[in-house]
């Protein structure tokens, strides 16, 4: 009975011992794994987007149109951001977006022509971005229908030269791209879905809080009575027949003469139209930072702002195809001249775009 007892004993302890080191074995397992699974999530978080708030639209304008199939959101926008910022995006590494919009020039790149891939200088100068996302058609000759159809033409054409498959197997390659696309469009990327999360971006470089704006707001000490003096003389010579609204743009094309003299003239707007009347006519430009977007007009021939303000205030340079409808010569005293100047001044932007932190790996 003892030896029974005794043996029954032994192979209980046994059966404990092989019960409480497969318990010890699962824990441990469970552990590993879960230390894996950690592992893996954290580098899929390690970048940190620098995310933030859609910033207001304008009040004082029509509601932006925002395509149905690229929708606004954080994400996405700051996605975006660090597109518009990454210089890997171009064929050879050396320029983004930014290159040809920077702050100092008025979103600008402060050239008379755009250089492009390669250093190749391209036809014709950079335009500003400034409130970009209320407009509806794209290039200084308005052939572009979409925001998204600019990026990318800008992306894989002359401007970065980049050949997209390449570039998005690049950024699929780096888990701080991949885990953001995927968070933000459920896909690896695409050419399609960063040139909107590129356009996504570009919708929120909004100007609305010029000394201009804040004059018009209702705080009359925001600008100098020589700038409202300007503004009356900008109205009364029927500069905003163009330059219209809180946009100062109207959109349209115009032959203002720039250019025209030329050998070969650039075709401007009869490219995309073939209507013989939109010979040498550009989009209006708007007048927002324009003291900071030097050098001037779509061939970056007038050097100054005063230079540019003569030309128009000339009503512009005679040719066949002349828009007289809008211009007309104005002969106008030194210090009405000065005070235009200053109204146009007023428009100065405080830009606050910056680079963002980018993914590394």
């Known amino acids: 009975m003892e030896e029974r007892a005794l043996l029954f004993a032994r192979v209980f302890m046994s059966k404990t011992k092989l019960l409480s080191s497969l318990a010890i074995f699962l824990l441990v397992s469970a552990a590993f794994i879960v230390g894996c699974r950690k592992n893996i999530y954290e580098t899929s978080v390690e970048f940190k987007p620098d995310i933030q708030p859609l910033p207001p639209q304008l009040t004082t304008y029509e509601p932006m149109s925002i395509p149905p199939d690229n929708p606004m959101t954080p994400e996405k926008v700051a996605l975006g951001r660090e597109l518009f910022f990454d210089e890997r995006l171009s064929v050879d590494g050396s320029r ?120 018009k707001a209702g705080d009359n000490n925001a600008i100098s009575q020589s700038a409202w003096r300007g503004q009356n003389i900008f109205q009364a010579i029927k500069c905003n027949n163009c330059h219209d609204g809180v946009l100062f743009t109207d959109q349209q094309y115009h032959n203002v003469g720039i ?90 932007v405080d830009c606050k775009l910056t680079k963002p932190p980018l993914p590394q790996k």
């Open 96 to 215: 983004s977006c930014y290159s040809c919009h920077v702050c100092e020039h008025g979103l600008t790149d402060g050239l008379p022509k755009a250089i492009g891939a390669g250093n190749k200088q391209l036809t014709r100068s950079s335009p500003t971005l400034w409130n970009i996302g209320y407009h509806k058609e794209f290039y200084w000759d308005g052939r572009s229908p979409s925001l998204e159809k600019q990026a990318l033409a800008a992306w894989t054409g002359a401007n970065m030269g980049a050949k997209a498959d390449e570039i998005v197997a690049r950024l699929n390659a780096l888990q701080g791209y991949k885990a953001q696309f995927h968070q933000v469009f459920n896909s690896d990327a695409t050419p399609d879905n960063v040139v909107k999360a590129i356009a996504a971006y570009e919708r929120t470089i909004i100007s609305g809080d010029t000394a201009w704006d804040r004059w």
């Open 259 to 348: 250019g025209m003299d030329a050998k070969e003239p650039d075709p401007g707007r009869f490219k995309v139209t073939n209507k013989p009347e939109d010979t040498g006519a550009f989009k209006t430009p708007t007048l927002r930072d324009i003291a900071k977007s030097a050098p001037y007009f779509h061939d970056g021939s007038a050097k100054t702002l005063e230079e540019a303000l003569d030309i128009m205030l000339a009503g512009g340079k005679p040719n066949p195809y002349l828009d007289k409808k809008n211009l007309e010569p104005h002969k106008i005293l030194p210090e009405q001249r000065e005070d235009l100047l200053n109204f146009l001044r007023s428009l100065s």
